[in-house]
């Protein structure tokens, strides 16, 4: 039987700029199409934010929603961890930013670095220091603006990203409802598969003479693709064995949201109906770290998250880190 839950989700919120950009737009700029896009990823359109957007505004209206459904002050949160690899800017973390905007002046603040696995491990992390530290409150957050790092004239990555923030307030649980397990997994030996080589140390902005496409996302996709199937399958798998959990008992399975044919390949791994796997990668793309606290916050506005459902969700992305949770909400 699954442990006792000690963190439960509060509230949550979501922040998408409101620019919409669609496959035929994608077409004019490169050599490519609706119905490729489509046929190959599921993606229809994403969201984008306008040039010189800080995330750091789309996380404060994220996390502002997110703590009005949770009916909490910001100065009641302890904790605010931001799963990102788009921050404003190198330092300090965005997640300071946030903290000074929201006005949450009792946070500890600080950015995790994990791709797409961000949201998931934020999670663990906050359930580990709210059960060490005596933080009663925390925002978890997973935001991005990867359109910031795109190459747009790379038609292989381009087409796949947009841009978004999902939040949720967690606070103590009532011992049944909750994050009930989570797996964290990492491999670097596989970081050059996917991966944005400029802007750090090893090749400063400022290099002379650098190649511009060296500061943007670089992308093995069919080795990503092959990998993201099996380590979604296999966190996914040890997640339910450890929690003790049939995948009959899931209710729903929350999927990163990077390519319906990925999702897909998944579900079809656990014989999981399509009525159980959530989907919105057609209308947002891959938006990395915010795309499960997105689908999270849609869902439980929707009314479609019931009260006792059983929630898995599962993730992948650059480092290579993935992860797992298991959630009663
Ligand atoms: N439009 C038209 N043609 C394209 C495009 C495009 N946007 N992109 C690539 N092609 C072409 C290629 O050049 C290639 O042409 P060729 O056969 O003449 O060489 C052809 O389409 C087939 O390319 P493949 O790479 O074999 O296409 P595939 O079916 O593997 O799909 C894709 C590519 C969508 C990138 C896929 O590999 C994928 O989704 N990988 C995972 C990537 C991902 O999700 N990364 C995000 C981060 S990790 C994560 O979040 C899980």
């Given amino acids: ?96 930013f946030v903290q000074a905007k929201l006005g949450a002046k009792n946070a500890v603040a600080f950015d995790l670095s994990a791709a797409c696995a961000g949201f998931l491990y934020g999670l663990q992390v906050a359930e580990g220091l709210m059960a060490t530290s005596g933080y009663k409150h925390a925002l978890v957050i997973g935001g991005e603006i990867l359109t910031s790092m795109v190459n747009w004239q790379d038609r292989d990555t381009c087409v796949l990203f947009g841009d978004g923030v999902g939040a949720v307030v967690l606070g103590p649980s009532d011992g049944e409802h909750g994050l009930l397990h989570s797996c964290l997994k990492s491999d670097g030996t596989f970081a050059k598969l996917l991966y944005n080589p400029g802007g750090g140390s090893l090749l400063p902005p400022a290099t002379p003479g650098a190649d511009p496409a060296e500061f943007s996302i670089h992308m093995a996709g069919a080795d990503v693709f092959r ?99 298991l959630m009663r909400f």
Avoid at 5 to 31: C, F, H, W, Y
Avoid at 41 to 58: F, K, M, N, W, Y
Avoid at 70 to 89: C, W
Wanted: glycine fraction near 6%; include cysteine.
């Fill in 227 to 325: 990998h993201a199937v099996t380590a979604m399958t296999s966190v996914l798998q040890q997640l339910l064995d450890e929690a003790g959990v049939q995948t009959s008992d899931l209710d729903l399975l929350i999927p990163h949201q990077a390519n319906l044919r990925i999702i897909e390949a998944v579900a079809k791994r656990f014989h999981l109906p399509k009525s159980k796997v959530f989907v919105n990668v057609d209308r947002y793309g891959n938006t990395s770290a915010a795309s499960i606290p997105i689908a999270l916050d849609e869902l439980r506005r929707s009314g479609e998250l019931k009260e006792g459902a059983l929630v898995g969700m599962v993730t992948f992305g650059a480092g290579f880190t993935w992860a797992a949770a």
């Fill in 1 to 96: 039987m699954p442990k006792k839950t000690q963190i439960m989700v509060l509230g949550s919120g979501r922040a998408l700029p409101e620019k919409i950009l669609t496959n035929d737009d994608l077409s004019q700029r490169v050599d490519t199409s609706d119905t490729w896009i489509r046929s190959r990823t599921g993606i229809c359109q994403r969201h984008v934010a306008e040039p010189g957007t800080a995330l750091s505004d789309l996380v404060t209206a994220a996390a502002q929603n997110a703590l009005e459904d949770a009916k909490i002050a910001a100065e009641e949160i302890d904790l605010i961890i931001l799963g990102t690899v788009t921050g404003d800017m190198k330092f300090p973390a965005t997640a300071c």
